[in-house]
């Protein structure tokens, strides 16, 4: 069969990007992404999209309203469409991290009977949302028992691999495109239609075709594959900080080994982002839902790691700072989990800033992109008392590092945003703005730590000796 008209439920991160690339690569496909949402639709819908991508608008801009369309109507959506791509989120549930913690699967679910109820014609619908192995088993009867006659759904698995901050060049060139489906006629025939659409920009030999269940199973491996070499790298970092060994020289000297190979070895104040954790934590359910504790308690220590690693970082700057930072200034360079995004999701500024603003210091925050109101949002605690006075107290969002800077007793670089390295910041104008001695703490290894040592700065970089 050709696909000639898409839906994507769930206008999000990987919804919208990724729909807008087909419908961008595939003018003769109409692509229709719809969401709940009404600001995120009418954002999509404007001049200025709720998420921020390099080469993003130069795709939507090209083909929106052409064959690519924004719309909160659910239900025609699903009804035209040939195929149906389920992008909805699917948080950890809050069930502490000691224990794995499933994904909550309400919006899978709820997206799933919407589209069973709305159906009257047959369809393929599309994992595209990172789920459990076999979550395709409770679509399929979620589907089978509520809808109408003589209608059949043939479900694949196509997890999404991009990274935000890349996520356009990650979709134009993706290292592989995973489709899974059941191996029956109907589900293979299925599968090659979804092949169909990629291969328009794809080459054949980077989609890889394997059975449902591995393909939800490797969307899990893979991440926590990444998170597993950030935190192995990070447990490295503690050892260099005490030894005097440099993690930038043991990282670059694994790295050569073609077997390890070099990506993927920086060491920073932790990863965040909506999918390492979440991943990780729902590999380490699935291992114990299978009764294989010791595989559960293997990747739990990678997100042990990451909490560890921030620890370790807020311990080393309040040591520093003379062992206090009540009433101190401190810089915070960047909010978001990584550079090139506005997603603020688990970042590990987060952490931090809870931290400074419990130890009574002065935060001020500095990043290019993240809304002042996702700022507050992700720091005022709900039904903490005192919270929400506590933030306002404390921080203070400035509109440039300059500002940010300015009078600091410290400044501490979280996001490793490209305008915070001493190539495109005066980092001398900023040591004569700051109270002395005045101290900076690179928690991305992006400062030039010698150079800054010689204007006058005390520098302390993740994964190095002290040496000032
Ligand atoms: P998101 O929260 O940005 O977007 C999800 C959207 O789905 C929201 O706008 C929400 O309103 C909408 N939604 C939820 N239920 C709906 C329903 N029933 N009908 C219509 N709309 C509905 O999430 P995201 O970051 O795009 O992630 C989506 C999925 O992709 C998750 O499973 C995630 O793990 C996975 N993933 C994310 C990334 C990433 O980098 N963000 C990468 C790969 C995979």
Redesign the pocket.
Known sequence: MTVKKICC???????GPTCAVIAYKCPGIQVTI????QA?IDAWNSDNLPIYEPGLEDVVFARRGKNLFFSTD?DKAINDADLIFV????PTKKTGMGAGSAADLA?VE??TR?IAEVATSSKIVVE????PCRTAQSMRTILEANCRENIRFDILSN??????GTAITDLFNPDRVLIGALQTEEGLKAQQALVEIYTHWVPIERVITTNLWSSELSKLAANAMLAQRISSINALSAICEATGADVDEVAYACGRDSRIGPKFLKASVGFG???FQ??ILNLVYLAEQFHLPEVAAYWRQVVIMNEYQKERFVHRIISTLFNTITNKKIAVLGFAFKKDTGDTRESAAITLIKDFIQEHARVHLYDPKVEHAQIYMDLIEPGVADSKAQVEKHLTICSSAYEACQDADAVVVVTEWDEFKDTHLDYQKIYDSMHKPAFIFDGRLILDAPKLRKMGFKVEVIGKHNLA
């Open positions: 439920i769930g206008a999000g991160y990987v919804g719809v969401d709940l949402n995120r659910v992008s909805v989120n699917t919006y709820s997206a919407r595209k949302s990172t789920v997890p999404e691999f991009l990274a935000e982002g909506s999918c979440k991943d």
